[in-house]
C-alpha cells in the first residue's frame, strides 16, 4: 500500500541545475497537485493536474514546469534552480470532492 | 483567489486540557474545509474535514466547527495527549472539480507532560 511516492527525499543542487521531482501514486486518483512549504507561509500550490494530459498553474508557478503523461505520475522539473526555490515540496493526490494524500517530501536545497 | 488566516502560530496545553485553533477564509464560494496533522519528517495527513452544509462535525477527540456567515472554522482537541504534538493546518477548497487547496499558514502544538 505505497499511496503517493516522492523521491528523492533530499536533494541539493548548484544554482542554475535543472533537476525533476518524482511523484507517483497507485491509488487511481485523477487529481495531483505539487506543493512548497516554507517556514511560517503553510503550503502553497505550484501547480496541478485534474487528469492525464490536463496541468494548470497554482499560486507559485514560476521556475516550475509540469506535465502529467499518465494518471500515476506527476514530474516536477526546476528549469534553473535558485536559492528562492530552497523548500520542502510535496506532491498530493485525491478523488474528486476527496480527501488529499500526501507523499513524504523532498527537501530541496540550492546553493 | 482565497486566502486562508490561522491563529494561533504556536500553541502549549498541559496534557488532558484541549486545544482550540481558529482559521477564517475570504471567499464565501469556498465549500469544503479539511484539517491536516504534520509530524516532523513527515507530509500533512488528514485528521478531519467539513463540508459547507453542516455546523460541526466530531471524531472521538477532535471536533471542528464552521460559521459560514462569520467565514470562520476551528479545530478542537479535547483531552489532549503527547501524541498530538504537532503541526496543523487549516485548508479551504474554494472550487469542487480541480481539487486546489488553500492552506493557513500552521500551528505548531506542543503537549506538556
Known amino acids: 500500500n505505497a499511496g503517493v511516492t516522492q523521491t528523492p527525499k533530499f536533494q541539493v543542487l548548484k544554482t542554475g541545475q535543472s533537476m525533476t521531482l518524482q511523484c507517483a501514486q497507485d491509488?487511481?486518483?485523477?487529481?495531483m497537485s505539487w506543493y512548497r512549504q516554507d517556514p511560517g507561509m503553510g503550503l502553497r500550490l505550484i501547480h496541478y493536474?485534474?487528469?492525464?494530459?490536463?496541468?494548470d498553474q497554482g499560486e507559485v508557478p514560476n521556475g516550475y514546469n509540469v506535465s502529467r503523461s499518465t494518471t500515476e505520475d506527476f514530474p516536477l522539473r526546476l528549469l534553473s534552480a535558485a536559492p528562492s526555490q530552497t523548500s520542502v515540496y510535496f506532491c498530493?493526490?485525491?478523488?474528486?470532492?476527496?480527501?488529499?494524500?500526501f507523499g513524504q517530501g523532498t527537501r530541496l536545497t540550492v546553493v | 483567489g482565497e486566502n486562508v488566516e490561522q491563529h494561533p502560530s504556536t500553541l502549549s496545553v498541559q496534557e488532558g486540557d484541549s486545544a482550540v485553533i481558529k482559521c477564517t477564509y475570504s471567499?464565501?464560494?469556498?465549500?469544503?474545509f479539511p484539517w491536516y496533522k504534520q509530524e516532523l519528517g513527515k507530509g500533512p495527513q488528514l485528521i478531519i474535514d467539513?463540508?459547507?452544509?453542516?455546523g460541526e462535525k466530531k471524531d472521538q477527540r477532535i471536533a471542528v466547527t464552521l460559521n459560514k456567515t462569520a467565514k470562520h472554522f476551528s479545530l478542537h482537541i479535547t483531552e489532549t495527549q503527547p501524541e498530538d504534538s504537532a503541526v496543523y493546518f487549516c485548508?479551504?477548497?474554494?472550487?469542487?472539480?480541480?481539487?486546489?487547496?488553500?492552506f493557513g499558514t500552521g500551528t505548531r502544538l506542543t503537549i506538556i507532560p
Open positions: 491509488m487511481n486518483h485523477e487529481y
Open positions: 471567499d464565501s464560494a469556498s465549500n469544503y
Open positions: 467539513i463540508r459547507s452544509n453542516v
Open positions: 485548508a479551504a477548497m474554494l472550487d469542487f472539480g480541480n481539487e486546489k487547496l488553500t
Open positions: 498530493a493526490s485525491s478523488y474528486e470532492y476527496g480527501e488529499a494524500f
Open positions: 493536474s485534474v487528469g492525464a494530459g490536463i496541468t
